[in-house]
């Protein structure tokens, strides 16, 4: 009985070896793409010819966003940040009651020790601030700070109370903070004030404080109200992260690959780039498969 068990123990494991042999070899893909030509005129059709198979394949197109070479690219090299928005100040007083500052050290916890613990600095004299209409800032250039791993940016509001005149409101909108590296691409850090993750928090007088909407930052006190000082900051910011850029899954072990093309918009070189893959638990072969691409007006 014993020799038995052992002899079918042997069957066995010469079976299981066996199957393992034979799943171990993942082959390489016989994958290829062309196009038609190597030159097209913006806004044609660039239609893509597959030949071989692969179990699966991704596309990265080259134009913006889906490019290979920056599918790991988390920061913009030498990047320039820049900061806009509007701002209406009316009635009050003629002085300016409203500054804007930023730190690269406030910890985000919104309350009067910590904002007063961190080292703002004061960067108003960059701002175009209204005097009365709805004025745009301008371009206010952050590039000074971009090596932090982070900054808040945000808006103060002193107001002097119990006075005959009412205090100063301000009425924040459009705000916008844009990347850009040295070929001038732009890339979004905030694109709209409701992406700005503010928060308010009063120093001093708390019956008036920031309103916080999609649209705008709101803040002024009547006449004979208590003085004010209310802060609105926004969540951590990198002013040079982006995210990586993206290729699109054209084809997977439960999909076949459709016809592909892709529309061109702007004049340019690009870098057209397919992956193909087999994959399984055993191993996986890749092949890389570019076409350069000539865009013209």
């Given at each position: 009985m014993?020799?038995?068990n052992i002899?079918?123990?042997?069957?066995?494991?010469?079976?299981?070896m066996t199957s393992c042999d034979n799943g171990i070899e993942v082959t390489a893909p016989t994958f290829d793409v062309k196009t038609e030509k190597l030159s097209y005129k913006k806004e044609d059709t660039v239609r893509f010819i597959f030949s071989g198979d692969a179990e699966y394949i991704t596309f990265y197109a080259g134009d913006k966003g889906a490019e290979y070479k920056h599918r790991f690219r988390t920061q913009v090299a030498d990047a320039k940040p820049i900061l806009n928005f509007n701002s209406n100040g009316r009635y009050g007083p003629p002085e300016r009651n409203l500054s804007l500052l930023i730190a690269?050290?406030?910890?985000?916890?919104?309350?009067?020790?910590?904002?007063?613990?961190?080292?703002?600095?004061?960067i108003s004299?960059?701002?175009?601030?209204?005097?009365?209409?709805?004025?745009p800032s301008g371009d206010?250039?952050?590039?000074?700070?971009?090596s932090f791993p982070q900054i808040h940016l945000a808006f103060k509001y002193v107001g002097i109370g119990n006075t005959a005149q009412a205090q100063k409101t301000w009425t924040i909108t459009d705000f916008v903070l844009n990347t850009y590296d040295v070929d001038d691409n732009t890339y979004p850090i905030v694109r709209s004030l409701s992406e700005g993750g503010w928060l308010q928090h009063s120093v001093e007088g708390d019956t008036r404080v920031w309103r916080i909407t999609a649209a705008d930052l709101w803040l002024g006190a009547n006449a004979n109200e208590p003085s004010n000082e209310d802060w609105v900051i926004t969540k951590a910011l990198n002013l040079a992260s982006i995210n990586p850029d993206n290729g699109v899954a054209i084809k997977t072990l439960t999909s076949t690959a459709e016809p592909l093309s892709h529309v061109y918009t702007e004049a340019g070189d690009y870098v057209v780039t397919f992956i193909a893959k087999n994959q399984s638990i055993y191993g996986e072969q890749e092949v890389v498969r570019e076409i350069h691409l000539s865009i013209t007006d």
């Open positions: 014993m020799k038995k002899f079918l123990f042997v069957i066995a494991s010469f079976m299981w690269t050290d406030f910890t985000g916890t919104m309350n009067t020790e910590n904002i007063q613990k961190a080292n703002w600095q004061d004299d960059r701002v175009n601030f209204s005097t009365g209409t709805v004025v206010i250039d952050l590039s000074d700070f971009v």
